[in-house]
C-alpha cells in the first residue's frame, strides 16, 4: 500500500517496545514510504509531529501499517 494523507498508521520509538497510533499528515514520498505523522501518545498533554520513513525489518524507529484483523 502507499502512503495518503489521512490513513492511520503505527509509529514505533526507539526503545519503547510498543507502538502508538499516528496519522499521516503529509506524504513527501509515496515511493519511499517519506511521510509527516501527527502522533497519539497516551501520557503526553500535546500530540507531537515528526517526519519518517516507513519502518523496515530490523528497524527500531519509523512507522509500518497495523494488522488488519477480520473481526
Known amino acids: 500500500?502507499?502512503?495518503t494523507i489521512g490513513r492511520i498508521v503505527w509509529w514505533w520509538?526507539?526503545?519503547l517496545g510498543m507502538p502508538?497510533?499516528?496519522i499521516i499528515v503529509r506524504v513527501f514520498d509515496a515511493?519511499?514510504?517519506s511521510?509527516?505523522?501527527r502522533i497519539f501518545e497516551?501520557?503526553?498533554d500535546e500530540d507531537?509531529?515528526?517526519d519518517a520513513m516507513e519502518r523496515r525489518?530490523?528497524?527500531?524507529t519509523g512507522w509500518e501499517w497495523p494488522p488488519r484483523t477480520n473481526a
Do not use: I, N, Q, Y
Not at 57 to 60: E, L, S
Open 48 to 50: 507531537r509531529t515528526v
Open 57 to 60: 525489518p530490523g528497524d527500531t
Open 35 to 37: 511521510v509527516r505523522l
Open 1 to 3: 500500500m502507499k502512503p
Open 20 to 22: 502508538f497510533a499516528a
Open 13 to 15: 520509538a526507539d526503545g
Open 42 to 44: 497516551d501520557d503526553e
Open 31 to 33: 515511493e519511499t514510504g
